[in-house]
């Protein structure tokens, strides 16, 4: 239902998800108790009050403020200033009666960092805003309006004490602060809206594939199908593997957060740093490889993808939030490199280990001197997924020994923002490794029948990432300009091999036609008839309304 209407995902993501995830993550057992059956019984309505107008998810720059009063056991929770105003908030402009917020604490005079606080907004019988709270509908947007995004301003709102989550830190009746063991937990319910944002992103862009394959395939000019035309094989067989490759990492990764996720204790938190650390790289990296591959779609579809009645246009539209909402790509792109910088000077260490596997290949580093790129590539394949990854391997443990150089500096700020490009290019050869490694090993246990198939998926995923990183392998000295003409050969030969099947693939996704919205991407084939007759449905299809008041008068003008 929720890839059917994006809008309404989004509401129920943000009260089950954010909301509900807030208080399962934060909240002690009596916390969960009261608030999370009320949750999932949508007997409140839930959403998440993070981001600021004037600072927008820079979560140090947040204003809101809860101060404590001992005398009463109530916070007070505060908006200072208009650039406090809480931003962009969803479900909060019309129908949230509760919001999980993100608020500076103070207790004693000192500030004592961002917790979360449940704040009622709303009467639930008639809507109205309580005591102290201002609320309103942030207006028309580029895509999703089925979502109400809000602003909250707090004036010296009072909650009980109780409604402060307390996992972690906790304020105790005569205002003693506990300090939480572990500093992160706060953002523990922003992985969960991670791991979600890179699912969604894989279905919208497999949507769009599928419509876009079954079009260009039954699309005839000059005698062939356009989608054998080299341009179209090459621009959409590598989207058709990138679905596969980033929604089977994506299933991956929220299996192990669903096992160990919500049961995070101070002993076993490493396993929330790497899954930030690589939720953070795939859904940067993955949502800008999800733009680009809709708006190729749309191009390779030519004029008809523009129309509103075959949906590609609305995917663009609707999709485009998540570049920036769920934490901007740019900003997680340099927080999953912190991580990175963080595991590689672990990994010098003899007893290091990789939680997730994601970074065991660090430990390889201390062999890097002897490596040789030329022994490497000697008599192998560039289809050779063992190659790939051993490739991007080796570029990932070079582009990380020269950041920790650039970095290795008293002026670290300066160095940072100097090497703002090298630092994201260091996460997005990361980003490849792991889901061509995911995806690899899940297809290896894959039934032998579709294993074949699946794996000229893979090879070309692979081959995919040694093309987008090419410059990089050359500037490495890792491969020859002839070596990178072979490469360009063989991912266009995979390219052809994929077409060949990539009906099969489509098919595979298993959308119904009531789910595409695309009568040019219907599954009988029937696509032109199809598009009439929706065109001929649509409301004054046939009529001239405003003929007679617009028209005729200037046609009797004689300008």
């Known amino acids: 239902m929720g890839g059917y209407d994006q809008s309404f995902g989004f509401r129920a993501g943000v009260h089950f998800g954010l909301f509900g995830n807030a208080v399962k993550t934060q909240g002690t057992a009596e916390q969960i108790a009261k608030w999370h059956p009320r949750v999932m019984k949508s007997q409140i309505i839930g959403c998440f009050a993070m981001t600021e107008l004037g600072h927008s998810s820079h979560l140090r720059g947040l204003e809101t403020t809860a101060t404590y009063s001992p005398e009463t056991q109530e916070f007070i929770i505060n908006t200072p200033s208009l650039t406090g105003t809480k931003w962009w908030i969803g479900n909060a402009g019309q129908i949230a009666t509760h919001t999980a917020a993100l608020a500076n604490l103070i207790v004693g005079g000192k500030s004592l960092g961002l917790h979360y606080f449940i704040v009622p907004l709303r009467n639930p019988e008639d809507g109205t805003a309580l005591s102290g709270i201002s609320v309103g509908h942030v207006g028309s947007k580029a895509g999703r309006n089925g979502v109400d995004n809000g602003w909250i301003q707090f004036k010296h709102v009072r909650i009980p004490r109780e409604n402060m989550l307390m996992k972690w830190t906790q304020v105790h009746a005569d205002g003693t602060y506990s300090q939480s063991p572990v500093a992160a937990a706060a953002y523990l319910p922003l992985i969960g809206e991670r791991l979600q944002i890179i699912f969604d992103s894989t279905d919208d862009v497999s949507v769009c594939v599928s419509i876009g394959i079954r079009y260009c395939a039954r699309r ?34 929220q299996s192990q957060w669903d096992k160990h996720g919500l049961a995070l204790t101070p002993k076993t938190f490493a396993t929330a740093k790497a899954m930030h650390g690589l939720s953070s790289a795939i859904k940067a990296w993955a949502g800008w490889w999800a733009m680009d591959s809709m708006e190729i779609v749309r191009r390779c579809m030519g004029g008809h993808a523009y129309s509103s009645y075959n949906n590609i246009q609305q995917k663009i539209n609707d999709y485009a939030v998540y570049t920036t909402g769920g934490g901007d790509n740019i900003v997680l792109a340099q927080q999953a490199a912190k991580y990175l910088l963080g595991e590689f000077k672990l990994s010098k260490k003899a007893n290091f280990q990789s939680i997730l596997g994601d970074v065991a290949y660090f430990a390889d580093q201390k062999n890097y001197g002897g490596f040789n790129p030329h022994e490497l590539t000697k008599g192998r394949s560039f289809k050779d997924v063992t190659l790939q990854l051993d490739m991007l391997k080796w570029l990932s443990i070079r582009t990380m020994l020269n950041l920790e150089s650039k970095l290795n500096t008293n002026q670290k700020k300066q160095a940072w923002d100097e090497n703002q490009m090298d630092i994201i290019e260091a996460t997005e050869v990361y980003y490849y490794y792991n889901v061509l490694r995911i995806f690899s090993d899940c297809v290896q246990t894959a039934e032998n029948s579709i294993k074949p198939l699946l794996t000229d998926l893979v090879q070309l995923f692979g081959l995919t990432a040694l093309s987008k990183l090419i410059k990089e392998f050359l500037i490495a000295g890792f491969i020859s300009g002839e070596q990178a003409a072979t490469i360009k050969q063989e991912h266009l030969s995979v390219c052809k091999k994929v077409r060949a099947s990539s009906e099969t693939f489509v098919d595979a996704f298993n959308y119904p036609d009531w789910y595409l919205k695309a009568p040019l991407g219907i599954r009988d084939g029937n696509m032109y008839e199809a598009y009439f007759d929706v065109i001929n449905n649509v409301p004054d299809a046939r009529t001239t309304p405003f003929w007679n008041d617009l028209v005729l008068p200037l046609l009797k003008s004689n300008l």
């Open 220 to 253: 005839f000019v000059n005698d062939r199908f356009i989608l054998d035309f080299t341009t179209h094989t090459t621009w959409l067989m590598p989207i058709l593997a990138g679905s596969y490759a980033v929604l089977t990492t994506s299933r991956q990764l």
